[in-house]
Every structure is written in C-alpha cells, then in structure tokens.
C-alpha cells in the first residue's frame, strides 16, 4: 500500500525529499494567546509576593514559548495518493493516517486576523468520525484549495499504470503536480447585503432575541427600558433600574397600566429584536457566493470568520427549505442541504449548509436543479395530514390556554378567566397549522412538511433512505394517528428527522413499506 511505503520512507529520507509540508509560518504567532495561561497563573502567584510571582510569570512564559515552538516545528502533513498523513506530539510523537476514501470535507474557516494575515484553518471531515477528523491550523488560502482540491475536487489526477518492478511489486509513481484549484464553471448565487438584510429581517431569530433581550434586561437592566416607560405610565408605576419587574408588579392593581407597558415594550424590543436579527445576518453571510465546479458546489461567506465549504452532490442527503411567517407572506425562503461529510459528534449547524440564505419562491425550481437535476418542484402535489389532525393541534394548543388561565385566576383575580377566550385562537391556529401538513412524491424522491411559524419542507431521495419508523404518541394512538420517521445517514441527534406527521395509521404503515420496498430495490447510497 502506498501509504505504508511512505511511513517507512519517511524514516530514512529527509522531509524535503518525501513532500512533507509545515503549517504557515505564522501559526506560533496565533497561538501566542496560551501565553496568557502564565499571566493568569501569576496572578494567583501574587500572594506569594512580587519576586515569586515575577519568576513564576516568566518561567511559564518561557515554558509555553518554547511548547508552541516546538509543537509548531514537529508538526508535519503530507498528501499522497492515498490519503493525508500527520505527524505531530512533542513529547509523544503521533502519526496519523486519513485514507482518501474516508474524506468527504474539508472546510477552509478564517477569523478576522487570519483573513488579514490570508491564511486559514482547514479542517478534515469524515462521515464516522465523532468529531473533525484532523486541523490543519493555519495554512496559507492557496495550500488550503490546494489541499481541497487533492483530497475532494475534481483536480484529482487520473489513476496511472503501474509498472512492475524485477521483483514483481508495483513502482512508486512520482508525485504529481497539482496546479491551482480549478476555475469555476458558474457563480450560481451572490447575495447582496440588501438582501442579507431582509433575511434577518424575516428570520424567526428576531422572535427569539426578543425574548432574549427581554430577559436579560429583567436580570441585568442593560436597556433603557425605565427612561421608555416613564413616558407611558404614571412614575410610580416605573422604579428606576427594575422597569420590568415593576411592570410585573403593575398587574396586581393597575390592567390598564399593565396592558399599556406590555405594548410599549414589546414595540421596543421587537424592533431591537429585529435589529440585532439583520445584524447578526449580514455579518455571517457577508459576501456569500454559491459556485460550481462540475458535480461539486461550493459556498463561502461571513466576515468576522470567512467560512469556505465544499461538498459533492452524491453526498447530499436531504434539502430543507425554510419559510419563516415573514418570508411565506413575501413569497421569500432559504434552501440549506445536509450531507454525509461529517460525523454524529459535529453539531447540527455545521452539517447543515446554506445554500441560498434568500431567494424568491420563484426562484426555487432553478436551486433544487443544482442539487437534483432529475428534480422538478413544479410537479409537487401536496397530500394533506389526516383530517383528525386538527383535533390534536388543537387539543394541544387548548391544555396550554387551560393551564395558563387556571394558573392566573389562582394567583390574581378571577378576571384570569377572561384568557379562556383564547380557545378560539387556539382552534384557528390549529386549523392553520393543519394546512401547513403533508407529504408528497416527485419521482424517486419523498417530500414532507411541517411548521406554522416556520414551514420546513425536505426533499429526500428514496437512495438516501436508512431507516423509517413509525412512531405514535398516547393522543395520536387514541386518534388512530401516527408519525412517519424517515431518517439519513448524517441526521442530528438533536435534530428530529425529516418526518410525515398525523398520517393515518393504516395508511402510515402502508407508505413505509412501500419506501422500504423502493430503497431496498433503488439500493442504498451514502
């Protein structure tokens, strides 16, 4: 095997000789924050007076100088035929080998400093391991689509002949020369920071940074909410740095007071909400750019981190598009694609990738065909959820309303029953949720969609297909109801699956076995 004649080699020959390469020359500078270690433990060496704590700082200083030295100089990596080898370890020498095959991604990410200094950490993804299977921290950009380009792209060189030596064993073939990562066939997408912004603007994560905002200010009165609300209600309703909490208080005597604040404030930080929301937006997906290179897309964007990734349409195994309420309304959606390039210790957002952060709904025909060329959104019908379905949203939705109201008559006033009128909100969003339920068939490929507030749609070829599980909880058993499961290699553990939900049992089971069928005959592909 090629990489064990490179193991032995390396032993005899210099590293020159044998394409072992360094990590760039900067990369002890940017490890130079573990020198703070030294400060820290000086600080706590100043009780022991100010000459011990002087010689504890520079002795530590010293100390992790010469550990980010060496560690720095005994790091080596070396791409062959066969996959990428590492030694590294000062003290305990390690070496590592990633065989090709095992490689799905590797992903160029760069923080403000690196992208001023044009370097970057590559990182080594693999489908089974639990977590990034090797980091390359930093190299320069170039090396880094070098390495991208040998060990994922298409600048693959073509297997050669090998000829026999006297002995009857195959030659080494000489290393070959990989030029610049190749030119892009196409520039699919650019987002432009008008539209970043309108993403942010119509993200459900303004919702959450209200609630979030909300509750740090009640903590921690970080925001001029006082000042706010001492323009609306009498001053002895707001006490100076509790404005909240005094707002809380205000229910037990004043409604009105209450119901005024509760209005004033929620303008305030819906509108900080959605400030920090378009922020946020433009600031992570600054200048993204979607390109092609033959069967392999790849995306790059941020600003404080310059994320750049890559990933082979074979390896993709569902999309997801997003609609958010805001963006249904203005006929707006993001596609993100999950693929099978990195391993279940990953966290969920780094496996999934953003393939358009904004588009028009119109536009969507034309961004599935980047992924699925056999694909055609056109072509969907949407089959709805059992009618029964809109009982248990609703009786969900009810037990909330009923809860809450039984709690606020006990702790206030019996005027808490006035929340009972709710039940009628509750059935309508029951009835709306219900509508945003389904599945569908296109072709090979299974289709399901769920969400009120935010609508997701996947799109799952039957190939890409592990497992199916029919799932049913104590109310959808009563219903005669149950959940479809349809799980890929890569799903998040903290993620659910995409799944069918509130299909009718007999027709549950009916639709899974079918899907079974179908994959075992289509055959299953990672």
């Known amino acids: 095997m090629r990489i064990s004649r490179d193991l032995r080699n390396s032993t005899t020959v210099s590293d020159e000789a044998n394409g072992w390469a360094r990590l760039h020359p900067v990369t002890p500078l940017l490890r130079a924050f573990q020198l703070l270690y030294a400060f820290i433990i000086g600080v706590f060496a100043a009780s022991l007076g100010r000459g011990a704590a002087v010689v504890i700082v520079v002795g530590f200083t010293l100390v992790a100088a010469a550990w980010i030295t060496l560690s720095y100089l005994r790091f080596r990596y070396r791409v062959t035929d066969d996959g990428l080898i590492i030694t590294r370890g000062v003290l305990f020498r390690k070496r590592r080998v990633i065989p090709r095959s095992r490689i799905q991604n590797v992903d160029l990410r760069a923080g403000l400093l690196q992208q001023l200094l044009r370097v970057t950490t590559a990182r080594i993804e693999t489908a089974g391991g639990q977590a990034t299977e090797a980091t390359l921290h930093v190299v320069s950009r170039e090396e880094g689509l070098r390495l991208r380009a040998r060990l994922v792209g298409l600048a693959r060189q073509a297997p050669q002949a090998v000829p026999p030596t006297v002995a009857g064993e195959a030659a080494a073939l000489p290393e070959q020369p990989v030029g610049p990562y190749p030119v892009p066939e196409s520039a699919l997408h650019r987002a432009t920071p008008l539209q970043l912004a309108i993403a942010g603007a119509t993200s459900n994560r303004a919702g959450v940074l209200v609630g979030a905002l909300l509750g740090g200010d009640y903590l ?307």
């Open 220 to 526: 921690f009165n970080f925001m001029p909410t006082d000042r706010i609300l001492g323009r609306f209600l009498p001053p002895e309703y707001v006490e100076s740095g509790a404005a909240v909490q005094s707002l809380v208080e205000t229910i037990q005597h004043d409604m009105g007071a209450f119901f005024v604040g509760v209005f004033v404030l929620g303008i305030f930080f819906g509108l900080a909400g959605w400030a920090v929301s378009v922020f946020a937006s433009v600031i992570r997906y600054f200048d993204f750019t979607l390109r092609q290179f033959g069967n392999e897309l790849q995306v790059s964007y941020g600003l404080l981190t310059r994320r750049e990734k890559g990933f082979r349409r074979s390896r993709v195994q569902n999309v997801q598009i997003e609609e958010p309420i805001l963006r249904r309304w203005l006929k707006l959606a993001s596609v993100r694609v999950q693929t099978a390039g990195y391993g279940p210790g990953v966290k969920a957002d780094e496996r999934m990738e953003t393939l358009a952060p904004i588009i028009r709904t119109s536009e969507l025909t034309e961004y599935l065909h980047t992924v699925y060329p056999d694909f055609d959104w056109k072509t969907v019908e949407w089959r709805p959820a059992h009618p029964r379905a809109r009982r248990r949203l609703f009786i969900r939705r009810a037990l909330v309303v009923i809860a809450a109201t039984a709690a606020l008559t006990l702790a206030t006033t019996p005027e808490g029953l006035l929340l009972a009128a709710a039940l009628l909100p509750a059935w309508l969003l029951a009835h709306a949720h219900y509508r945003h339920l389904g599945h569908a068939r296109a072709g090979t490929y299974v289709l399901v969609r769920e969400g009120l507030w935010n609508r997701r749609i996947y799109i799952v070829p039957a190939r890409k297909i592990q497992a199916l599980h029919l799932r049913q909880s104590p109310f959808q058993r009563r219903l005669g109801l149950a959940t479809l499961h349809i799980e890929t290699a890569g799903d998040p553990l903290e993620w659910h699956s995409p799944r069918s939900i509130d299909l009718g049992t007999g027709y549950g089971l009916e639709m899974m076995e079918g899907l079974a069928m179908e994959v075992t005959r289509s055959g299953l592909t990672f």
